[in-house]
C-alpha cells in the first residue's frame, strides 16, 4: 500500500462527494417535472415519444399498476433482445459474419442478464456478438434496465413523500425521463471524452496486424485441450498475424458504467486496453458507476424535505465503501505467500502485490478500488478478474454483493435496497423503545415490515438454493476451474452475482452450460422482479398514509447514531446470513493458504 | 393492462430506434470526426504495413526484444481473458515456478518482479513495470551490442509516468519501446 494508492482512493471519494449535490439536484427536478436546462432539447424528443407510444404523461399510477407496466415493458423488451440475438446473421452491421446466438440457453441467460440490469456474461463479445446486438441489443438494456431502477427509486421516494394518496407518479414518464434527462446526455458526452483517451469507436471490421516477431503457438485439438506429437513434444504452429476486434466500443462502455450496468463489449471487459485504456478512463468510469447512486440518496433527502437524511444515509454508504477499499487494497498489496522467488513489494518502479489477473496501467490501488465500486454497486464491471485475486481480497466484492449492493448501488436499486433497510432500522429502533416506528412522519406497520421482510428473504433464499443444488451435482462441480475452497466460492459467487444483479463473475467456473445458463437466468429475474415487488408494495402502502409529526419518541433518522444503526441493519442482513458459506470459501482458503496449502 | 401492454411494444421500438441505433452513429461519427486515430483503435504502422496497435501487447521471445507479459490467450484479442487460475491453485504455483527459474537464469542475483510472471487480466496488457524492463536490460544490450546505459535511456524515454502526476502507476510500452529499439543503430537494427 502506499501513500498514492490512499491518495487515489480518497481523491475519487473525493469527487463522489462534489457530484451528489449537482446529481441529487438535478434529478429531483427531472422528475419533479421542474424546469431544468435540458428541456429544449429532450421536451420535444419526450412528447414525440409519448405520441408514438400511446402514453397519457398525466396518468398517475397507484402501485400495482406500475408494477405491471415496469413488467410488461421488462418481458417485451426482453423477448425482443432473445429474437435479436438470435436472428444477428440475417441483420445489418455484422462485418465479422456471427451466426445467431447459439445454444438457446446462452441467449436466454443473456437476455435475462441485459434485462435485469445485470449483465452476466457467458459468452465472449468479440467472438459471439455483432455490432447491431452490440448496440440495438445490448447497449440498449444498459439504458432501459438502468432507467427503470432510476424510476422505481423515485417511485418509493414518492412513497415516502406523498400523502394520504393512492398514486406513486407513471412508469413511462419517469422512465424516459430517466433516459432522456439522466442517462443519455452523460452518455453522449462521457463516450467522446472516452474516445479522446483511446476507447475505440467505430464500425470495421476486425483488423489483421502482421506480427513484428512470429509467434509459436501450442495447437489446440478438436476437444480443446493442447496438442501433442507423436513424439511427445507439443505440436505447435507458427502464427504471423494479430486479428484485432474492433466495434462500437465506447458508446456502450459509458452507460455500461453509467447505468451500473457491466456488460463488457469485450470478453476481458474494462480491463481490456480497448475499454479502459488509461488511468483517467478508469476514474471516469469508477465516478460514472457511483454519480446516480450518490445523487439519489440527495434526490431522496430533497423530496422528502430532510436533506440531513439523505446525507445520513449517504455517510452509511461512505464508512461501507471505504471499509470494503481498505480490506482489499491491504490483501491485494500483501501478495501471494505461496509464490517464491519473484518481487511482491512496492517500490518506485512497481505497485507489487498480486498481479495475477492484473493491468500494470492500474496497479494495485486502481484494480482493488474498481473491484470494490463496481461491487458496491451493481456494476459488475471488472478491471481484473476477481477469481485470481487472494481469498480476502476476493470476499471484498463478494460481501459488497451480499449486502445486496447498497452501497452507493445500482442505479435506483441500490437507493430503494438502502431504504429497505432504512426502513428495518427503524423498525429494530421502535421495537428497542417499545413505540410504533416512524420514517419521515409515516408509520411503519406489520404490512411494511412483511414486505420488507420479503425483500429480504428472497435474496438469500434464491442464492443458497442454486448454490446448494450446483454445490452437490456434477452437472454444478463440473464447471469449477479452481480446486478446493476456492472452487465452492466460485459457485456461491455466481449465484449472488446473479441474484444481486451485479454481473461480475469468478470468471474460470464454465457457466455455458444448460444448468448454469438457465439456473443463473432465473436466479437473476427472481432477484430482480421479486424483489421490486414488495419494494413497490411498500411505496403504494406508505404514498396512502396520513403524516405523523415527528414526537419525543420518534427515532430521528438523521442523526450519527442512526447511521450507525443502518450499518449494523445492513451487516446484520448482509453479513451474518451468508456468514456459514463465507466461511466455507474465502474464509478457509485465507486459512490454508496461510498454512501453505495448495490444490 | 391493454394499453399498457401496447406500450410496452411501442416503447420498445421506439426507444431502440433513439437508444440502440441513433445514439451509437452519432457517437460513431462524432468520433471519427473528432479523434479518427483513438477511435480506430491507435494502430502503429511500420513502412505502411500494419503491425499492431500500440494498446495490444503482442508477443516478443526474442533475446533483443523486451518482452510484454505473460498471456493466458496467446495475445490474442479476439479472446480476450486472463488465467482465471486462484491463488491456492498448483497450476499457477507452478507457472510462476518455471517462469522464475527461466528468468533468473537469465539475469541472475536479481528477483523477478512480479509482473513478468503473472498473466495480465486482458491477455494483452500493453504495459510492463519500470521494474520489469530494467530487469530485462542486461539481456537487450547484450543481444543488440548497445551499452546498459543507451538501452536504459530509451527505457527512460519511454516511461510514462503516472496520469496528472498522481493516477495510475507509472509503465512501459513495450511495442513502442520494441520498435524504437529498431530504429536504434546496433547489431540487430532492421527495417
Known sequence: MTLNGWLQILFFLALVFLVTKPMGVYMARVFNREKTFMDPVMRPIERLIYRLTAVDENHEMRWTEYAIAMLLFSAVSMIVLYAIQRLQGVLPFNPQKFAGVTPTHLAFNTAASFTTNTNWQAYSGEATMSYFTQMAGLAFHNFISGATGIALAIAFIRGIARRQMKTIGNFWVDMVRSCLWVLLPVSIVGALVLVSQGVIQNLRPYDKAVLIEPMQVQKTGPDGKPMVGSDGKPSMNTVTEQTIAQGPVASQEIIKEFGTNGGGFFNANSAHPFENPTPLTNLIEMLAIFTVGAGLTYTLGRMTGSQRHGWAVWAAMAILFMAGCVVAYWAEARGNPLLAGVDQRVSASQSGGNMEGKEVRFGMANSTLFATVTTDASCGAINGWHDSYTPLGGLVPLANMMMSEVIFGGVGSGLYGMLIDVVLAVFIAGLMVGRTPEYLGKKIEAYDVKMAMLFVLVFPLVILTFAAISSVRTFGTAGISNPGPHGFTQILYAFVSGAANNGSAFGGLTVNTLWYDTAIGFDMLLGRFFMMIPMLAIAGNLAQKKYVPPSSGTFPVTTPLFTVLLIGVILIVGALTFFPAVSLGPLLEHLLMAAGKTF | ?191
Open chain 2, 1 to 191: 393492462m391493454k394499453r399498457n401492454l401496447l406500450t410496452a411494444f411501442l416503447m420498445t421500438i421506439a426507444t431502440t430506434i433513439l437508444l440502440g441505433i441513433i445514439y451509437p452513429l452519432v457517437v460513431t461519427g462524432l468520433a471519427q470526426v473528432l479523434f479518427p486515430k483513438k477511435a480506430n483503435g491507435e494502430l502503429v504502422e511500420v513502412n505502411g504495413k500494419l503491425v499492431g496497435s500500440r494498446l495490444l501487447a503482442q508477443s516478443f521471445t526474442g533475446a533483443g526484444y523486451f518482452h510484454p507479459r505473460p498471456s493466458a490467450v496467446n495475445y490474442d484479442p479476439t479472446n480476450s481473458n486472463g488465467s482465471q487460475l486462484g491463488p491456492t491453485n498448483r497450476q499457477l504455483i507452478d507457472r510462476v515456478k518455471s517462469d522464475v527459474a527461466a528468468l533468473q537464469a537469465e539475469n541472475p542475483g536479481t528477483p523477478v518482479p512480479i509482473d513478468l510472471v503473472t498473466t495480465s487480466a486482458s491477455g494483452f496488457d500493453p504495459d510492463i513495470t519500470p521494474a520489469a524492463a530494467e530487469f530485462q536490460i542486461p539481456r537487450i544490450a547484450k543481444a543488440r551490442g548497445m551499452s546498459e546505459d543507451a538501452v536504459r535511456e530509451l527505457v527512460r524515454q519511454h516511461t510514462e509516468e503516472r496520469q496528472f502526476g498522481f493516477l495510475g502507476e507509472p509503465r512501459v510500452n513495450v511495442l513502442e519501446l520494441n520498435l524504437a529499439l529498431d530504429r536504434t543503430p546496433g547489431k540487430l537494427a532492421s527495417r
